[in-house]
């Protein structure tokens, strides 16, 4: 009881629950009895952790056979993990659960209860509501059905309609243990009733079955009180016939005591005339006895000598197997030693042909790697030229991007001046419109091929430019071919338009200005591009800095590898040198070990001739000693031969006089009996 109280104590300190006062006085107050220990705790509103940590002390086996916990106010869950707990426990008996108003899940947890628990004769179920839920009533019956212990069961008062009476009348069929069941006050109905009936039926174990307060009619009622009278009645023949068997296996055991004592008596009887026949056989045994040790004293002497016989032949046979296992071990060394000699030579071989592979591969190694050490300096060197290059090339791009906007710069001036002069002359062509028409013409065509001329010049100097630029530049002879096109179509359309109207004139002439500034605009925008180019030039310029950077680290890196490599090549001649010698040092010393054995087989073999020669000559001794005592035993088994003969005939004799002497005997005896 202490360790149960211990238990509980630790596992509600595992949880961090705090126990319950009211269970620590129930489990101080109760004490062992002789049968067990009832454990009441009837009226106690236990918590779900208190259920919880009493299912788990209750998983081993206790003191208790008796559990009480009527009116507990126990929740579904509560309940589920306190039944958990016993369906492990095997010295529980009798187990009351009235007043809990236990549902589904009551019913669920104490169905599988029935299906694991194995030691449980009586469950109290009254006052609950197990036959609310049809799915936790069906599970606690097929619970019920598949028990083998349970002989006492209560369930008045658990609202049990004809459907649960019809599971539990499927239960009762397949159950053969259950002796009493109590189903007052529920609500079974007709049906439920008619379904219990013919389940009576066929259950064979069912003594008491109280039906009242369940609105089933009488009749129904009359049938299950007299099917329990049948099962009664039939219990009550089977008691009677286990007690007439019981008696009539006493007699039968009566029977075979007087039978076994008279058995006895015979066997006593039959003893004498053997204890007789002992001793009359007794000395006939002396005599053979004797005669048969004269034998086996023969017989030994013989077994002795084809014993030595034996043991020499062995021996023999054993220096033939020295002899030839020496001979075998001979050629096995000679050939392994053949063996041995042409593997460390090919080992040897080999051994050199790797190392001049190993040389020369890393003498290709040191090579390429030194080709490479070459062209990443080469590489590196034209890097270098490619960069003084390029930065001679953006110098010589930013001097002439300074020369192209300067003369950008005076062409649109030269352009604004040639307006202005224009403008002038054409309001005086307006005063003198037939005289300097002509004038106006020429002095306008001159100053055309002036600034033609100067174009040209201007596009071909442009032009070289724009060749030794990139692709960029291109863009810009483009437009100054553009232009060049675009004055050309101006120039012509000034001439037609100068002969034909002034106003057409004046309006070329604003479509040449708006022209040169878009000109100007390009321009401008060239210059901005190159700019960006310049930009971009830079950033080239630095990756392929930080490139040679890389390589020249790559470089030291590489170097650093070779050093290693060759330093491992040193390392690994020195460690194939140091194992060669090492090979020449255990060949040396199994040559002296194979020439200490060659000696060694020379002497064993002059032992074995010297062997077998003394051997022979013991064996023609030893074959003509068996001859002679192989006439002796031929001599002696004759004479054997005939006292066996004469024995047989004297024991055939006393046979029959034996038998004669048994059976009058036995006739005297059986005579007075009868």
């Known amino acids: ?27 101080q107050g109760t004490r062992a009895a002789a049968g067990g220990t009832r454990l009441d705790l009837s009226g106690q509103s236990l918590t779900v952790e208190s259920c919880a940590v009493l299912g788990r002390t209750l998983q081993k086996d206790t003191l208790f056979t008796e559990l009480g916990l009527s009116d507990c106010m126990l929740s579904e869950e509560g309940a589920k993990l306190f039944l958990s707990g016993l369906c492990s426990n095997t010295t529980v008996k009798v187990l009351d659960l009235k007043g809990n108003n236990l549902r589904g899940a009551g019913a669920e947890a104490l169905g599988k209860l029935l299906v694991r628990n194995k030691t449980l004769r009586r469950l109290v179920l009254e006052w609950n509501a197990l036959g609310m839920w049809e799915e936790g009533f069906s599970i606690f019956c097929e619970g019920l059905a598949s028990n083998s212990c349970l002989t006492q069961l209560d369930l008045r008062n658990n609202q049990i309609n004809h459907q649960g009476a019809a599971e539990l009348a499927l239960a009762l069929k397949r159950n053969s243990v259950l002796q009493e069941l109590d189903l007052r006050w529920n609500n079974i109905g007709l049906l439920g009733g008619r379904a219990l009936m013919d389940a009576l039926q066929q259950n064979r174990s069912l003594l008491q079955l109280e039906m009242a307060g369940n609105n089933i009619p009488s009749d129904i009622l009359r049938s299950i009180e ?3 009278e049948h099962s009664s009645d039939r219990q009550s023949t089977m008691r009677e016939s286990r007690s007439r068997t019981h008696v009539l296996s006493k007699e039968i055991q009566i029977l075979k005591e007087e039978k076994g004592r008279q058995f006895l ?29 004269a034998l086996s004293e023969r017989k030994s002497t013989v077994n002795a000598l084809t014993a030595k016989l034996q043991m020499t032949e062995a021996a023999l046979a054993m220096s033939e197997q020295k002899v030839n296992n020496l001979g075998d071990l001979l050629t096995r060394v000679k050939l392994e030693k ?3 000699m042409e593997r460390h030579s090919k080992d040897i071989k080999k051994h050199q042909e790797d190392n001049v592979l190993h040389e020369g591969k890393l003498l290709r190694e040191v090579n390429s790697l030194s080709e490479k050490n070459h062209q990443l300096k080469n590489k590196l060197e034209e890097r270098e030229r490619r960069c ?31 307006l202005d002069m224009e403008k002038r002359r054409a309001k005086q062509a307006l005063e003198d419109m037939d005289s300097l028409r002509q004038k106006e013409v020429d002095h306008i065509n001159r100053h055309l091929e002036e600034s033609e001329r100067a174009l040209q010049d201007r596009i071909l ?44 004139h004046l309006s070329s002439m604003e479509e040449k200005l708006r022209n040169a500034r878009q000109a100007r605009d390009e321009a401008q925008s060239h210059c901005t591009q190159q700019k960006q180019t310049i930009a971009e030039l830079h950033a ?32 690994e001649v020195a460690r194939v040198r140091v194992e ?20 060694k087989i020379a002497a064993l073999e002059r032992e074995m001739k010297a062997l077998s020669t003394s051997h022979r000559e013991a064996l023609l001794d030893k074959e003509s000693e068996i001859s002679s005592l192989l006439e002796r035993l031929r001599m002696k088994e004759g004479e054997i031969q005939r006292m066996r003969e004469d024995e047989a005939q004297r024991a055939s004799f006393l046979q029959n006089a034996i038998l004669t002497y048994v059976q009058g005997s036995t006739l005297g005896h059986l005579s007075p009996k009868k």
């Open 1 to 27: 009881m202490e360790d149960f109280r211990r238990a509980y104590m630790q596992l509600c300190k595992e949880a961090g629950v705090e126990p319950q006062e009211s269970v620590l006085a129930q489990l």
């Open 265 to 293: 008596s015979l066997m006593e009887t039959i003893d004498k005339q053997k204890d007789e026949m002992g001793r009359s056989s007794r000395n006939s045994s002396i005599r053979v006895g004797q005669l048969q040790e």
């Open 580 to 599: 060669l010698q090492e090979q020449i040092g255990h060949l040396q010393a199994e040559r002296t070990a194979q020439s200490s054995l060659k000696e």
């Open 461 to 504: 100097k442009l032009e070289g430019q724009r060749i030794q630029l990139e692709e960029e530049l291109s863009r810009v002879k483009a437009a100054i071919v553009t232009e060049r096109a675009q004055a050309e179509e101006e120039l012509g359309k000034v001439r037609t338009q100068v002969r034909l109207e002034e106003q057409q």
């Open 338 to 340: 053949t063996e041995l």
């Open 388 to 418: 003084k290059s390029q930065q001679d090339q953006i110098f010589e791009l930013k001097q002439e991007l300074t020369n192209s906007t300067a003369e950008l710069k005076l062409r649109l001036a030269q352009a604004e001046e040639r």
């Open 226 to 228: 007299q099917s329990m």
């Open 540 to 571: 080239r310029t630095g990756q392929q800095s930080i490139e040679m950077d890389a390589l020249r680290r790559r470089i030291d890196e590489q170097q650093q590898e070779l050093s290693g490599k060759e330093q491992e090549k040193m390392a």
